[in-house]
């Protein structure tokens, strides 16, 4: 069965500072990998997914995820966080073929100091 | 084109009552799921669709929980009688089956139960 692990719940950056969300998955076979994005009171919005092909994908707002099989992760990254990147991250993985039902991590929220 | 469209946005019912939520997928997209987010369960995966037939219902929790689509562009979540309990965001998701499209959500519902 499919799995998602976000070890984070909650963490601060601040502005102009890197960041780095993790996520560990588990699934049997090649996944599709997601990272979406919740402001408060949104809905979820698609940051970036990984189907196959290069393990480095970029998304929207600037972020990237990098798929590392070897670790069963996905983790998210971006340079220089912004204080509108505030929100609820979460990573997702999907059954390659089928019916590519999407199962979620529990997400990790972000806050971001001026 | 207007994303997945939700309805309503948000609902307050009395205990007992049946409460209706409706989804518009994404023209073109064949498998639709119903998502429901809580703060102690996060985002569980209730029921999904494909090619307006139910794939997979065992997220349901109860049989006070039943979904629908009559046709491919209308799905319909019920929930009779509710209770305090089922109090929640519920999401609408539409992708195409197979394909490397993300998953669009809709803004969900908030749905309240007094």
């Known amino acids: 069965a499919q799995s998602v692990t976000q070890p984070d719940i909650h963490i601060t950056v601040s502005e102009g500072a890197s960041l780095e969300l993790r996520c560990n998955y588990s699934y049997g076979a090649t996944p599709y990998l997601f990272w979406y994005v919740q402001s408060p009171g949104q809905g979820l919005q698609l940051l970036l997914k990984?189907?196959?092909?290069?393990?480095l994908v970029q998304g929207i707002k600037g972020f990237e995820a990098e798929f590392k099989r070897s670790q069963s992760s996905f983790n998210l990254r971006k340079p220089s966080v912004h204080w509108s990147d505030a929100a609820e991250y979460f990573c997702a993985v999907g059954a390659s073929g089928g019916y590519n039902k999407l199962i979620f991590g529990a997400g990790t929220r972000l806050a971001v100091h001026p | 084109d207007a994303g997945v469209i939700q309805s309503p946005r948000h609902e307050v019912t009395e205990m007992g009552q049946e409460v209706t939520l409706r989804c518009k997928p994404i023209s073109g997209h064949n498998s639709l799921f119903w998502y429901r987010q809580t703060m102690m369960r996060g985002l569980e995966l209730l029921i999904y669709?494909?090619?307006?037939?139910?794939?997979?219902d065992s997220g349901m929790p109860e049989d006070r929980f039943s979904a629908k689509m009559p046709n491919a562009s209308f799905s319909t979540l019920k929930i009779q009688p509710s209770e305090p309990r089922d109090s929640a965001v519920y999401f609408c998701?539409?992708?195409?089956?197979?394909?490397?499209?993300?998953?669009?959500f809709g803004s969900g519902t908030r749905l309240t139960v007094v």
């Open positions: 998701a539409s992708t195409l089956t197979d394909t490397n499209y993300g998953y669009t």
């Open positions: 669709f494909n090619n307006n037939v139910p794939i997979d």
């Open positions: 990984y189907f196959s092909g290069d393990t």
